[in-house]
């Protein structure tokens, strides 16, 4: 019997697909819609196992609506500017275009041979000017409405990048990218004002009943709606300032406050400017980057000015004013009161500058409270507190203390945001250029809408650090209407990129604007997005802001949330390897021999195995996708990647589960040649109708686990077709019935294993009408069921009988059943309480 010759068959129908244009999105949109998007992939020149997860669970969801007969958009583009190309072409004198293209043209072969679903004609890239065209188009509607700004401020500066990097492109005070600590920088950049929408952005995510609740969750504390109070601290100084306000969620603690402190940024540090220690304090914090995290983490340190705050609610209460690193100019008004006994971060500050730490919160009513090295930031009663003291904290006291504060116009109750506005300029060649200009005052112009797009200068080499952009005369100055002018030299963040590239999809090929209001109507929002986890703050909330801002003050469009609905996949992991002096190993390196893991090159060294983790190049433990596919062919990738755990897990990578899903794919050939064995045997009759019911059933169980995501059971029902099918064929069963059931089987793994089922429906010569099986329900339903047999309530066995079965009838069979038998032995039976088809509750 032949084996499945994968290579040839997989080649046939990639070469089908494309040829026939089988998956081009249709222009009828008479029809149900349903737009399915995966993550915007970065050319990086290989795909890796992530990509082939990812992509793998959105063409099941696709193939499966395209069978249901939905108008399905199921695209393909590529978030190509960015840091990497740049570097890359310095490391290997290339023009970054060259490498970016050269990439694409390699991962589009390498994703066209999983055979997915994709209408490859909608392809866009975002480096290209017919896409970043349209972007700047935005970037000035938006400039227009005063969502875009600059301005002169601190920033996060990646060293070995050399570029800003937003707060959420900081990963544990490192740049995502190049993982260098971040340095605090101040330039004038250009900001989108997401923070106006922050309230709409928390409160939508209500609405987004499709969404994972744990990426909702990241959203909303990353939004950190919080409310509170502005206080007002009165200052004795020599200087011409007479009160410091600041932000708090807490004012219930102020009688438990020892000190004030300022961002290094607050305008009242222009009063210290030539103080020197000041000065090298300033410098001190520039080693630490701009984010919460970063400064959460590092060493808390202050310079003691000579102001004093009066606290607000006692003014006979004098605490001395401090600038500390801890504080953020961006957040509430860049001041803070301290209260070292219920903050960790003010108790650490309290400790090393010897300053008071006075409990105002216990725990238990009339109990003091003794702080050492810990805060307590737990509930209880305010004492230590004057007019406060007993009252619940902080349910009741925070109310009181805001009631006190605005009587005595102190204070005044406050909403706050946790959110940054997003700063969008990097010191960069490779990406979207900005469409401003400046005069010869240095005032900012929009570059007039019949110059766009700003074009790129073709660069052939990139060897130098910094921006190539600012010294690119001929192309940074430019003259309109003999007026001088200087370009814009930064480029936009890539994440603008990927913040909108969704609506181009719908139309692809438009000229005059970035989407036709027509095609956004009828395609958006996005039925199903799928992407990693990673993605919950940089690209989903950005897109979300994005929208937002499109529909700001406009007429015509009005969609405030992109995609319906998300489901993030997990990683593909793999061992991790190290030889002897802890050198990351890679699999490629490693053979096995009597069962110990050696090295290839020395089958003497053992090399030391780690735990199992996501696949990274840093750690060597990727497996290239391409050589699997080659090996075992797209489908049994395929197979593999969604049969080892639910596709929101992680899965496992191993070679004897690869291995398996192949010799699963050779199983189902097998069966393949015995349908067609005994479709040639042409009995006349069936000899009953187990494989209609099994056909019924099968689709059945798929289409409820396509709904829930269950991509894993699905490959287990396969495994358990399979075996039934061997066994139902061994029943004689006519040609005209073998045919119509099997093909629906086809149809149904289609959507798993599209190759291997294209090849066994054309071998049956019944192409045609090729739409998702309808299953028949009164076919589903079990004609036996499983009833639970209990003594005095207590469950002693199960039992199975055919469904309604008279209650007389099943206790007969109870009382001849081994198990139960001896239960009753001498005993009387009071009654019985049945459920029909369900539960025999005997009571003895």
């Not at 999983?114 to 896409?131: A, F, Q, V």
């Not at 075992?632 to 639910?646: H, M, N, T």
Request: glycine share 4%; charged share 30%.
């Amino acid at each position: 019997m032949t084996r499945y010759n994968f290579k040839e068959i997989e080649q046939k129908w990639q070469d089908f697909w494309e040829e026939n244009k089988t998956f081009q999105t249709s222009t009828d949109k008479s029809k149900e819609k349903f737009y399915c998007l995966e993550m915007f992939p970065y050319p990086s020149g290989k795909i890796h196992m992530g990509h082939v997860r990812n992509y793998t669970i959105g063409d099941v969801l696709a193939r499966f609506k395209k069978l249901q007969g939905f108008n399905v958009l199921h695209p393909m583009g590529w978030d190509s500017f960015g840091m990497p190309a740049e570097n890359a072409a310095k490391q290997n004198n290339l023009n970054p275009k060259q490498w970016t293209e050269e990439n694409i043209s390699n991962m589009k072969r390498q994703l066209k041979k999983l055979g997915l679903s994709i209408d490859w004609d909608r392809e866009i890239s975002t480096c290209s000017p017919e896409y970043y065209k349209h972007q700047q188009e935005f970037f000035l509607e938006l400039y227009d409405k005063g969502l875009v700004y600059r301005k002169e401020q601190y920033v996060n500066w990646d060293p070995v990048d050399q570029t800003v990097l937003a707060n959420e492109q900081v990963i544990d005070g490192k740049g995502w990218r190049s993982g260098h600590p971040v340095e605090r920088k101040k330039l004038n950049q250009w900001f989108f004002n997401i923070t106006k929408f922050s309230n709409e952005l928390l409160e939508s995510l209500d609405t987004l009943d499709e969404w994972p609740n744990k990426v909702k969750i990241m959203q909303k504390n990353w939004i950190g709606k919080s409310f509170g109070c502005e206080v007002s601290f009165k200052i004795i100084s020599s200087k011409p300032i007479e009160e410091i306000k600041c932000f708090t969620t807490r004012p219930d603690t102020l009688f438990g406050s020892s000190f004030l402190a300022l961002s290094i940024d607050h305008p009242l540090s222009k009063y210290y400017e030539e103080n020197k220690d000041f000065l090298d304090f300033k410098n001190r914090c520039s080693n630490t980057g701009t984010t919460e995290e970063a400064i959460a983490n590092a060493e808390k340190i202050g310079f003691k000015t000579d102001l004093i705050a009066i606290n607000p609610l006692d003014k006979n209460i004098k605490i001395p004013v401090y600038f500390a690193n801890f504080v953020l100019m961006d957040y509430g008004l860049g001041a803070v009161f301290g209260c070292p006994a219920h903050d960790q971060r003010d108790l650490d500050f309290a400790k090393k500058y010897n300053l008071k730490i006075l409990p105002v919160v216990t725990p238990k009513l009339e109990e003091d409270l003794v702080i050492n090295d810990k805060a307590y930031t737990g509930p209880g009663y305010i004492f230590n507190s004057d007019f406060l003291d007993g009252l619940k904290s902080p349910s009741e006291s925070i109310l009181k203390t805001i009631e006190f504060l605005e009587k005595e116009n102190l204070g005044e109750k406050k909403i706050n945001f946790r959110l940054k506005d997003w700063g969008i300029s990097r010191q960069r060649y490779w990406g979207c250029p900005i469409p401003i200009i400046y005069d010869e005052n240095n005032n900012p112009k929009k570059v007039p809408k019949e110059m766009l797009p700003v074009l790129l200068p073709e660069i052939k080499k990139l060897d130098e650090t910094g921006n190539p952009l600012d010294r690119i005369s001929d192309w940074k100055n430019i003259k309109i209407n003999n007026n001088n002018f200087k370009r814009e030299t930064d480029t936009l963040d890539t994440f603008v990129d990927s913040s909108w590239y969704f609506l181009r999809f719908c139309s692809p090929k438009n000229n005059n604007y970035g989407f036709s209001q027509e095609d956004v109507d009828y395609w958006m929002p996005v039925d199903q997005y799928i992407g990693g986890v990673e993605h919950a703050i940089l690209h989903l909330l950005y897109s979300r802001f994005f929208m937002n801002a499109l529909s700001f003050k406009s007429k015509n469009f009005n969609l405030k949330e992109p995609f319906k609905g998300l489901f993030t996949q997990g990683m593909v992991c793999h061992e991790t390897y190290k030889d002897n002096n802890d050198n990351w190993l890679s699999p490629d390196e490693i053979e096995v021999i009597n069962g110990k893991k050696v090295l290839k090159s020395d089958n003497s060294k053992l090399i030391k195995v780690g735990p199992s983790e996501s696949m990274s190049k840093s750690k060597k433990n990727t497996i290239d996708p391409e050589n699997i596919i080659n090996n075992f062919g797209a489908d049994s990738v395929r197979l593999f990647i969604l049969s080892d755990s639910p596709p929101e897990k992680d899965v496992q990578w191993s070679e004897e589960g690869i291995s398996a899903s192949y010799k699963f794919i050779q199983k189902l050939w097998v069966l393949n040649n015995k349908f067609h064995e005994e479709i040639n045997k042409k009995y006349l009759k069936d000899q009953d109708d187990e494989l209609i019911k099994f056909t019924s059933k099968f689709i059945y169980k798929l289409e409820n686990n396509l709904k829930n995501f269950s991509y894993n059971i699905i490959i287990a029902n396969m495994h358990e077709a399979h075996s039934a099918l061997n066994k139902i064929l061994l029943k004689k069963y006519k040609f005209s019935t073998l045919i119509e059931n099997y093909k629906k089987i086809l149809i149904a793994i289609s959507i798993i294993i599209p190759h291997f089922s294209s090849e066994c429906i054309d071998q049956l010569e019944d192409s045609q009408d090729l739409r998702w099986p309808q299953y028949n329900k009164s076919l589903i339903e079990e004609d036996e069921t499983n009833i639970v047999i209990q003594i005095n309530g207590k469950k002693r066995n199960i039992l199975n009988f055919k469904k309604d079965t008279k209650e007389d009838d099943i206790f007969e069979q109870i009382i001849k059943d081994k198990v139960i038998v001896k239960y009753l032995v001498d005993k009387k039976i009071k009654k019985k309480i049945y459920v029909k088809n369900k539960l025999m509750n005997i009571i003895i």
